[in-house]
C-alpha cells in the first residue's frame, strides 16, 4: 500500500511524518485540485484527504472518477452524505469517513454510549457537554462534538434537540446544550455531564496532539485497501473488538 495525501495543512503534514515513522510509503502529496485533476493513480495507493468542506465532495468525485479508495477526515460536508454514497457506489471504490480518527476518542464514544443508554432510564439526570479547542479551529462545534451529540440524542430518549449557541433563556426538557469555546492552545477537549439533584457524573476526553488522528487514518487505510463500499469509523472499531 502507498498513500497519496490529499490537502497539506497540519493534518496532511502530520499523516506524511506517521507514515513515514510506519515505513509506509507516500506517493503523491497534493494540495491543489488542478494537480488532482491532472493526476493518476495506481491500485496500489488509497487516498487520505484532509481538506475543507468547500472542496471535500469535489475532491471525492474526482478521486472516485480515477478509482482511488478513500479515508476522508475533512468534517463540515455531511449535509451531503447521500450524494457521496452515491458517488462510492457509481465508482465501485471504497470510502470510508471519521470525524475523528484517534483510537482514545472512539472509545469515548461508545463509553459515552453505553453511559447513555443506562442514564435514559434515569430521568433525574439532565444532560449537556462543552468542548475547547485552539483559537484557530475553525469550524464550531467540533465534528467531534457533534458525533458526541448525536451518540446522546439516539440513545436517550427525552433528549431531543441540540442547542450549541448561547443561551439566555430557560431550556426544555427535551433540549440538549453542548457548548463550545474558542481560545489559546487547547488541542481539544470534549465532556459530556450527567448531572442529578444528588451526583454529578463526567465523561470527558483530552486529545493532546494530532499524532492520533494522523495514525488512525493511516490504520483506515491500511483496512480499506481493496474493499469496496461506504463505512465509517464505527466499521472499522468493530473489527478491532471482535
Known amino acids: 500500500m502507498r498513500i497519496a495525501i490529499i490537502g497539506y495543512g497540519k493534518m496532511g503534514k502530520m499523516v506524511e511524518q506517521e507514515a513515514l ?10 494540495d491543489n485540485q488542478d494537480v488532482l485533476l491532472a493526476s493518476s ?20 468525485e474526482i478521486l472516485a472518477s480515477k478509482g482511488v479508495n ?23 471504490i471504497g470510502f470510508l469517513y471519521a470525524t475523528n480518527f484517534g483510537i482514545g ?3 469515548f464514544w461508545r463509553i459515552i454510549k453505553n453511559a447513555a443508554q443506562i442514564i435514559d432510564k434515569f430521568e433525574e ?16 462545534p467540533s465534528g467531534t462534538a457533534l458525533t458526541t451529540v448525536q451518540i ?4 436517550v430518549r427525552r433528549k ?16 440538549l446544550h453542548f457548548s463550545s469555546t474558542r481560545g489559546g492552545y487547547v488541542f481539544g477537549k470534549h465532556e459530556v455531564v450527567f448531572d442529578g439533584p444528588s451526583d454529578t457524573i463526567k465523561i470527558s476526553h483530552n486529545s493532546k ?9 493511516i490504520n483506515c487505510a491500511r483496512w480499506i485497501e481493496g474493499k469496496q463500499g461506504f463505512f465509517d469509523i464505527n466499521d472499522y472499531m468493530e473489527g478491532l473488538l471482535i
Open 105 to 107: 476518542v472512539n472509545i
Open 21 to 30: 515513522n510506519a515505513s509506509i510509503p507516500v506517493s503523491k502529496v497534493i
Open 70 to 92: 478513500i479515508i476522508c477526515g475533512t468534517t463540515g460536508w455531511h449535509a451531503d452524505v447521500g450524494k457521496v454514497k452515491k458517488i462510492v457506489n457509481e465508482h465501485n
Open 209 to 217: 496532539g494530532r499524532s492520533s488522528y494522523a495514525k488512525g487514518a
Open 41 to 60: 493513480f495506481d491500485k496500489d495507493e488509497v487516498a487520505i484527504e484532509f481538506t475543507e468542506p468547500s472542496v471535500c465532495i469535489a475532491n471525492i
Open 160 to 175: 431531543r434537540q441540540l442547542i450549541t449557541q448561547m443561551v439566555d433563556r430557560e431550556i426544555s426538557e427535551d433540549e
Open 152 to 155: 446522546l440524542l439516539d440513545n
Open 125 to 140: 439526570y439532565d444532560i449537556f457537554g462543552h468542548e475547547i479547542h485552539h483559537s484557530r479551529k475553525k469550524d464550531s
